[in-house]
Structure formats: structure tokens, C-alpha cells
């Protein structure tokens, strides 16, 4: 016996302000993990929708009102949420919320000024988080950027280490590879968490052969990784300029970064008084004022020779459309920004890179903090990413004592099916396990399952 089974523990009661695709986002995953949601939106239709879709309960009003919070039963709330458009009704819903209710609450905050002073606002309102989309997107769009062979970096291990996907092309070395002989004769030091293929997602064992045309997701220390990639015949310089179409929030913030990673930066925006703004605050990069699905335009400005395409209209089929151009016209590593589109599958089928979806990293931050709430103690969540849309989870524990997982040899632990302990982060070293390794107290341990809905770290166990 490995210690009592966990108690099925009990949902949160959960206010979301907000019903647009954050909001939407949110309910699908949050009521799937069985929390007790009440939606608030001034729009009767998106609160109904949501409302019938979800077997949830709406209440049409203005979220930041006493009165409306009330009739939501804010006393006895335990997370409030909120998402709406406005950045300013969002700390108003949470600073009133706090005022006459004993929750935690979360806003969303996307403009550049606020998020400067992300710090201040949340120690004064007393939020629990502020989450900033664009400001996330922006920060996963650089990370492949700087990796561009990859299709997704998440990071973990506090950045000592990063989970990479990446598609095997046709005639690579690992095309007919066991994952036992690519261990042995490549790469000792990675480890393949889980594959794609033909729509299907696996956590593979040991005899599993590689194919050109899978998508893997591999664990590694940063520097482990890359090799890796280098060894099997990958580039993994970073790019030497990228062309951004689009000026927005989203845009503003990956120039920033990309400017000080010292990568060339030209950004086409059709508004003049946004090209203004953005030559005032980014005076490094190169700032055109036209259409950017404007193909000769788009010549002119030289797509042809870019190193780096990044979609980033508000518009997901324009960012799509000029995806599939720039991959036509150029060698350019290219990232699509999605906001609404829910047509995975068709998605799925194109050739578009890698692609971004700014609400579902949104809902990824609110969600680990949902689980966090539902621990009896403070929970030992790290990080938490989805995977292959949601198809399978990475998630982060703490160990912050002995138990059940703890001091056995991980052969010997019975853990549930399609689950795999990817990596161990210990006195700030990555270590890829095999069977004979433990989890000790103090660890930090990266696990990948296709189950979801996973809290704790004795979770893992069968």
C-alpha cells in the first residue's frame, strides 16, 4: 500500500466576469474540473450561450456592481475572475470583489502601462494574479524565436530547462529509431514525454519507433536540448530578423524582446497614429505604415528574405492566409497568432508552424491557480501546460515532504497508465530519470499524462 487514496475534493465556487474568449475558455476547462462557476457579462446572448452549453448559471449585469456580485453570492466565492475587455472594469471587479467577499481574485490586464506595474497594483489590490495574454504570447513567440527549429517551448525548472516540440521531417536519423536505441547511441540526456501522430497522442515507452511526419515534445536542460537538436541534424541558431505584421499590444511587447535579444525587427501596421506610437516607444526597430496583406507590399518590405514571419493582426484568417504566403515565398520561420478560431482539426491540417493561441495561455495561469486553491494546504503546483490541444498536461509539483511518491525507486511506484515522470530539478541541476531514480523532498518533478485534472503530486500514483 502507497498511503489512502485521495479524497475526491470538493469544486470551488468560482465568479467569472467576462463571457469573450478568455471567459469562454475558462468555463469549458474550469467546469470540467468540476467547480461551481456563475458567468456575469452585460451581453444577455453570450451570457445564455455560455449558460446552456455549460449547465452553468448567468447573471446579466455589470461585474464591478455590489448588487450584481450579490445576486452572484460573492460571500461565499471562492475565486473570482476577471476577463472582460477592459483592463480598468477588470481591477474594479477585483477590488470591490475583495471589499465585500473572502475570495482570491484574478485580473486580466493587457496594457503595456499597467503591466509595467504589475507588482504595485497586485500587492495594493491584494490579487492574487494578474495575467497579460499578449504580454505571454509575446514571451512564448521569442522563446522560438531564439529556437526557431522548434514548433513550442514551455519552460519549466525555473527556466534551467524546457519542453521543445518538433516535427521529424522526412529521411531525419530518428525516422525507424526505438526510443530505447535513441537513448542509448544519440541522447541520454532528453527524454520524449509524448508524440502526435496521425491526430492520435501517446506517452511513448521505450519501444515505441519514431516516424518522419511525428510531432514529439521532448524534456531537456536548455542546453541539452539544443545539442540534441544539432546532433540530429537541426539548425538552432537564432533568427537574425523577423518581420512582424501587425502593431498591436501583442507586437509592442515581442519587438521589446526580440530588440534586446538583438534580433532586427520591422514592424508593418496600417494605422498611422499606432506606427506613430510605436516609433516613440520602440525607436530600435523599423516601424512601416501600410497593409501587411498587401503582397507587394509585402515584397517590397522583403518577406522574401525575412528570417522570421510573426503573424499578429486581430484578425485570425488574415494571420493565417499570410502565414501560408510567407511560407510559400521564403525560408522564414513563421508563428500565427490565433484569438478565436476553434476549427482545431483544419487548423491542425495546415502548414502553418507554430502557432499561438493568447487565451488558452491565459486560461493555463488561472487554471494551475484553481487547482492551487483546491488543495486543502498550499498546493505544490509549479507550472502547468497543455499539450497537443489539450490532450495531454505537463505539470510542475513541489515536493515539499516525504509521502507515498517519495524514496522508491520510480520502477517501483505504481503509476497510473499514460503517465511519464519527465524530469528531476534538484539542488539546480536537470536530471532525465530512468527507473532506478527517486523523488526526494525538496524536488521539483515534471510529469506528462495524458489524465487531467491533476493537483497534487500522489496524483501520479495508481
Do not use: W
Not at 172 to 199: H, S, W, Y
Not at 242 to 259: D, H, R, T, V
Not at 350 to 359: E, F, M, N, Q
Request: proline share 2%; hydrophobic share 40%; net charge negative.
Amino acid at each position: 500500500m502507497f498511503g489512502k487514496k485521495h479524497e475526491e475534493k470538493r469544486g470551488l465556487q468560482i465568479i467569472i466576469v467576462g463571457c469573450g474568449k478568455v471567459g469562454r475558455t475558462l468555463v469549458e476547462q474550469l467546469s470540467r474540473e468540476g467547480h461551481d462557476i456563475i458567468v456575469v457579462d452585460k451581453d444577455a446572448k453570450r451570457v445564455q450561450s455560455l449558460a446552456n452549453l455549460y449547465d452553468i448559471m448567468g447573471i446579466v449585469g455589470n461585474g464591478a456592481s455590489y448588487s450584481v456580485l450579490q445576486e452572484a453570492g460573492i460571500e461565499n466565492t471562492d475565486l473570482l475572475i476577471a476577463v472582460t475587455e477592459s483592463d480598468e472594469l477588470n481591477l474594479l471587479c477585483c477590488t470591490v470583489a475583495k471589499r465585500v467577499g473572502d475570495c482570491a481574485a484574478i485580473a486580466r490586464v493587457r496594457t503595456p502601462d499597467y503591466s509595467r506595474e504589475v507588482g504595485y497594483l497586485r500587492e495594493k489590490l491584494g490579487l492574487a494574479m494578474i495575467v497579460n495574454p499578449e504580454l505571454e504570447a509575446a514571451s512564448e513567440a521569442a522563446r522560438i524565436l531564439y529556437l526557431p527549429t522548434a514548433l513550442e517551448i514551455d519552460s519549466f525548472a525555473h527556466g534551467q530547462a524546457d519542453m521543445i516540440k518538433f516535427k521529424v521531417p522526412e529521411g531525419n536519423v530518428l525516422d525507424g529509431m526505438n526510443l530505447i536505441t535513441l537513448g542509448q547511441r544519440i541522447a541520454p540526456d532528453i527524454l520524449i514525454c509524448a508524440v502526435e501522430r496521425e491526430g492520435q497522442v501517446t506517452i511513448p515507452g521505450g519501444t515505441f519507433q519514431i516516424r518522419s511526419g511525428d510531432i514529439l515534445s521532448f524534456a531537456a536542460s536548455r542546453s541539452a536540448g539544443k545539442a540534441f537538436l544539432e546532433r540530429i541534424g537541426f539548425k538552432t541558431n537564432a533568427v537574425r530578423n523577423a518581420m512582424l505584421i501587425g502593431g498591436g499590444k501583442a507586437s509592442y511587447y515581442l519587438a521589446k524582446q526580440l530588440l534586446n535579444m538583438g534580433i532586427h525587427v520591422k514592424i508593418i501596421e496600417i494605422d498611422r497614429v499606432r506606427c506613430e506610437e510605436l516609433s516613440v516607444l520602440l525607436p530600435q526597430a523599423v516601424i512601416i505604415n501600410g497593409d501587411g496583406t498587401n503582397e507587394e507590399l509585402l515584397r517590397e518590405e522583403g518577406i522574401e528574405r525575412a528570417e522570421a514571419v510573426v503573424a499578429l493582426t486581430g484578425i485570425d484568417e488574415e494571420n493565417i492566409l499570410l502565414t501560408l504566403y510567407a511560407r510559400r515565398v521564403s525560408q522564414a520561420k513563421t508563428i500565427t497568432k490565433i484569438n478565436r478560431i476553434t476549427f482545431q482539426d483544419v487548423i491542425n491540417s495546415l502548414d502553418l508552424g507554430s502557432v499561438i493561441y493568447p487565451k488558452y495561455i491565459t486560461a493555463e495561469a488561472i487554471i494551475r491557480y484553481a487547482r492551487a486553491m483546491r488543495e486543502s494546504m498550499d498546493s505544490n503546483i509549479e507550472t502547468l501546460y497543455h499539450m497537443f490541444d489539450h490532450r495531454a498536461e505537463a505539470v510542475e509539483f513541489r515536493v515539499d515532504g516525504d509521502s507515498a511518491v517519495t524514496g522508491v525507486p520510480l520502477k517501483d511506484l505504481p503509476l497510473k497508465s499514460d503517465l511519464l515522470v519527465s524530469s528531476i530539478f534538484r539542488s539546480g541541476k536537470v536530471l532525465i530519470p530512468n527507473g532506478q531514480d527517486m523523488i526526494r523532498k525538496g524536488d521539483t518533478i515534471m510529469v506528462v499524462t495524458t489524465h487531467t485534472g491533476f493537483s497534487d503530486i500522489q496524483d501520479i500514483l495508481a
